[in-house]
């Protein structure tokens, strides 16, 4: 898409802080400020923050994405805390 579906105006791609140093490009109306997400870059946003579990040496484990990672200034052998309760672990940099 590369004008607006509203007002046919051309959409300026951009950059959003979709999450704390997660970033998306964007596509956005000048006219209208509506904010479009190509199925690319959906797909890669969904991607980030879904991850499969697997085994390694008898432990479930999930790989945190870099992109993620790099935001929180997560790095092998960070200390991290697990905060367990309502159907969610939250894993935070000690
Ligand atoms: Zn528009």
Redesign the pocket.
């Known amino acids: 898409m590369t004008k607006?579906p509203?007002?046919?105006?051309e959409l300026v791609e951009e950059r959003r802080e979709f999450e704390k140093g997660v970033w998306a490009t964007v596509k956005v109306?000048p006219?209208?400020k509506?904010e479009w997400v190509d199925e690319a870059e959906h797909d890669r946003l969904v991607g980030l923050f879904k991850r499969k579990t697997f085994n390694l040496g008898g432990s479930i484990t999930v790989r945190i994405p870099k992109e993620i990672a790099d935001a929180l200034s997560i790095d092998t052998g960070t200390l991290v805390d697990f905060t367990v309760g309502g159907g969610k672990i939250i894993i935070s940099k000690v």
Request: net charge negative; charged share 20%.
């Open positions: 607006c509203f007002c046919d105006s109306c006219n209208c509506d």
